[in-house]
């Protein structure tokens, strides 16, 4: 059996389902939009995304509200679900997906160590998000995110994660 990556089989799900994509992007930094657009074809369901690095540009560009960020952290829950649900609005599309996360080497605490990572999915009557805390250097870090970000994309339109 031939082991297809979880772009190209979100690419088949998508194009076949009529859906599109939009991604917002904190630690990852553009690299799940990377791997998306890697797949030829990808123009036909993934429409943009957001890289938002800084507080100010979630806050501006993707709507995620500055009590938030006050409250929880960039790192958090609350804020890729609002990453997700700002950028699925902002861009018209179907599906959200975000992170966020402490890629290192510096800005851990103890309640937020390095390598900790949140994702989340918005779609029709769906927000949810993962926490992760992945071992690693910053680019391992950024990569099993990115990865993971995609392989819960793939699990959420076969349906076997759904919201609670």
């Known amino acids: 059996m031939i082991h297809k990556s979880p772009e190209y089989v979100i690419r088949e799900i ?6 599109s994509l939009v991604v917002a992007e904190s630690c990852t ?31 501006r560009a993707l709507g995620v509200h500055k009590k938030t960020l006050d409250m929880y952290g960039a790192v958090s829950k609350e804020t890729v679900i609002e990453m997700a649900k700002g ?23 103890d309640e937020k160590p390095v390598g900790l990572t949140w994702i989340g ?7 949810r998000a993962w926490r992760y805390v992945w071992p690693g250097d910053r680019l391992a870090i950024k990569e099993q995110t990115a990865e993971k970000a995609l392989e819960l994309l793939v ?7 759904v919201a609670f």
């Open 14 to 19: 998508l194009v076949e389902r009529g859906l």
């Open 155 to 161: 699990e959420y339109l076969l349906g076997i994660i």
């Open 121 to 127: 999915i918005c779609a029709d009557q769906f927000d």
């Open 87 to 109: 950028v699925r609005q902002i861009l018209r599309a179907d599906i959200g997906l975000s992170t966020s996360g402490i890629a290192g080497p510096g800005g851990g605490t």
């Open 29 to 59: 930094g553009g690299l799940v939009s990377h791997r998306v657009t890697n797949v030829p074809g990808s123009s036909a369901y993934f429409l943009g995304g957001v890289v938002a690095y800084d507080n100010a540009v979630k806050m």
